[in-house]
């Protein structure tokens, strides 16, 4: 193993570990927005604590991840909806988010995986 493949390495463990941030504040905003919503601490504990334990099992995992990906896509959709109006912009809108998002939840939950 070179110098060099430790250094991907470690670059890799920053950025998998950067986007883990990004990934429990989407769980901590679900968490928060469903409880407000329902107008109950056990909404909010139950999809938190839910949603972290699902990190643990890799189905249940990557369809949170595709969850939360599909909600970037949405919210970029609706930024070119309201803001922009026009379709096209809202379609690549969309899809950049879906993307990014799915990059972004991906690569925080190969981060996941390394801690356990």
Do not use: H
Not at 19 to 45: D, P, Q, R, T, Y
Not at 103 to 116: M, P, T, V, Y
């Amino acid at each position: 193993m070179s110098s060099e493949d430790v250094r991907k390495g470690i670059t890799n463990a920053k950025f998998n570990q950067e986007n883990s941030n990004i990934l429990f504040g989407e769980i901590v905003f679900l968490a928060i927005f469903l409880g407000i919503w329902s107008s109950s601490w056990w909404v909010f504990g139950g999809i938190f604590l839910g949603c972290i334990i699902a990190l643990l099992f890799k189905p249940l995992a990557f369809g949170l991840c595709i969850c939360f990906g599909i909600a970037w896509g949405v919210i970029g959709y609706v930024i070119g909806a309201f803001f922009i109006e026009n379709l096209g912009a809202s379609v690549v809108l969309g899809i950049i988010g879906l993307l990014c998002g799915l990059g972004a939840n991906l690569s925080a939950l190969e981060w996941a995986k390394d801690i356990q």
